[in-house]
Nanobody, 120 residues
């Protein structure tokens, strides 16, 4: 399974960005699809996840109401729509997937990361 993240960039505070993650290979091995982020000097943290089949979504408290995770009908691409961005959202964002049903940890597959920078 290979994951390819894209869509990062520089945006002003209050602005929006949409990240995408495309999966190739054994897509049936990706029952949960997620986004994590890592800011400089900090641990990587969970941002959002979606269950591929049911479409159920889960969010970190810090992004609830501002970010939205979704997937296409085929379940081969998922997205993170980020609105009302804040300087503290600046991080490298990673897409991830697993086939074990965990939501916030134990992801088996990772994309390469895409930088999101929010200027104040």
């Amino acid at each position: 399974v290979q994951l390819q993240a894209s869509g990062g960039g520089l945006v002003q505070a209050g602005g929006s960005l949409r990240l995408s993650c495309a999966v190739s290979g054994r897509t049936f091995s990706t029952s949960v699809m997620a986004w994590f982020r890592q800011a400089p000097g900090k641990e990587r943290e969970f941002v959002a996840a979606i269950i591929r089949s049911a479409g159920s979504t889960f969010y970190a408290d810090s992004v609830k109401g501002r970010f939205s995770i979704s997937r296409d009908n085929a379940g081969s691409t998922w997205y993170l729509q980020m609105n009302t961005l804040k300087p503290e959202d600046k991080a490298v964002y990673y897409c991830a997937a697993n086939n074990n049903g965990n939501i916030r940890r134990n992801y088996e597959y990772w994309g390469q990361g895409t930088q999101v920078t929010v200027s104040s």
